[in-house]
């Protein structure tokens, strides 16, 4: 079968969430050995319960540095051969309104935490000429979104810094690549009403909202050997929603 990852160790951050939860699933079923992070234990044990391979727990608040150093230092202890950058905080305003804790705090999240990390843990995956990092972009980091100027800075940010190590570290056997999703049925939009959730199924060609199992499959891909020519890539799952090149 295509797409094993036996032998393999993988963190997932912000695994108690419904898209973090769905990749560590996906992952751990194509044979890999998964390291749950995240700051919900009872989301995080049951889980663990769930997978079929070998896992262990780290919780971390990436809000906190000393958290992300924590979470780094534990992590590189037990192996880790594929970063999955999917922990993510929305705290949505209008720019004008926006306080600096809002801007502070999605900054450290969803980029700071995620440089961090893979400035942290790339140094073992040289030594073993081998990685896979992965992050979870977002579609309106190419298109924007009035609101939230925080988060989709962080999302238009993760790409470019991800184009950047890819061309870094391309010759160690190290991919770095995006997964960029669009509207995905989790704990988020299940609180759209109604009207908000077809307003936004307009504009998706396929009239349906993924699966957070898509977007993991996107992932199980890229943190493949099979993948090892992609990189510097952003794989957009969003049923068509922002056609582009």
């Not at 962080?154 to 995006?178: D, H, Q």
């Not at 990189?231 to 056609?243: D, Q």
Request: hydrophobic share 40%; charged share 25%; net charge neutral.
């Amino acid at each position: 079968m295509m797409f094993k990852l036996d032998g393999l160790k993988a963190l997932v951050t912000g695994a108690s969430g419904s898209i973090g939860s769905a990749i560590a699933m996906a992952l751990s079923s194509q044979g890999a050995e998964v390291i749950l992070s995240g700051t919900r234990m009872d989301k995080l044990e049951e889980l663990q319960k769930k997978l079929p391979t070998k896992s262990h727990i780290i919780t971390a608040n990436l809000k906190d540095r000393a958290d992300v150093q924590k979470l780094v230092k534990e992590a590189d202890k037990i192996g880790v051969d594929i970063l999955v950058n999917n922990a993510g905080l929305n705290r949505d305003n209008l720019s004008i309104l926006m306080k600096d804790e809002e801007w502070d705090d999605v900054l450290q999240v969803n980029l700071t935490a995620g440089f961090f990390l893979m400035r942290g843990l790339i140094r073992s995956m040289m030594k073993r000429k081998f990685g896979r990092i992965i992050s979870i972009t977002s579609v309106v980091g190419h298109a924007g979104n009035a609101g939230q100027a925080n988060y989709v800075a962080t999302k238009a940010a993760m790409s470019g810094l991800t184009r950047t190590l890819a061309e870094e570290y391309g010759t160690r056997g190290i991919t770095v690549n995006c997964v960029a999703p669009g509207l995905i049925k989790t704990e988020m939009t299940d609180k759209l009403t109604d009207e908000q959730r077809a307003d936004l199924l307009q504009r998706v060609p396929s009239g349906e909202i993924g699966k957070p199992e898509e977007v993991a499959a996107g992932v199980a891909f890229l943190a493949s050997r099979e993948a090892g020519y992609v990189t510097g890539a952003t794989l957009h799952i969003n049923g068509g929603s922002e056609m582009r090149d």
